[in-house]
Nanobody, 115 residues
Framework: QVQLVESGGGLVQPGGSLRLSCAAS????????MGWARQAPGKQRELVAH???????NYADSVKGRFTISRDNAGNTVYLQMNSLKPEDTAVYYC?????????WGQGTQVTVSS
């Protein structure tokens, strides 16, 4: 079955960087569109970054120029490089994959930006 496992979250000071990883199994990774979303306490889940199988990317306006999504098809892993982090980036970050008409999600990893 589809399994997505995120890692790389943690506590970082404002202006710092983190790289999130999402290891996928049970899918044909190279042909799957994938992405990252986040959810802060009391807020709706927000799509952050998306990458197609053809490596076209899209970003939320709030992270453009600071976050970069990439994929390693050989390693079945998608990454989210997050730079110049702000306190408002604090959230649980989820990896997702789109397969046909369905979406599948990982369990999430906490990112906290605080001094």
């Amino acid at each position: 079955q589809v399994q997505l496992v995120e890692s790389g979250g943690g506590l970082v000071q404002p202006g710092g960087s983190l790289r999130l990883s999402c290891a996928a199994s049970g899918i044909i990774f190279s042909t799957s569109a994938m992405g990252w979303a986040r959810q802060a306490p009391g807020k709706q889940r927000e799509l952050v970054a998306h990458i197609t199988s053809g490596v076209s990317t899209n970003y939320a306006d709030s992270v453009k120029g600071r976050f970069t999504i990439s994929r390693d098809n050989a390693g079945n892993t998608v990454y989210l490089q997050m730079n110049s982090l702000k306190p408002e980036d604090t959230a649980v970050y989820y990896c997702y994959v789109l397969i046909g008409g369905a979406d599948y999600w990982g369990q999430g990893t906490q990112v906290t930006v605080s001094s």
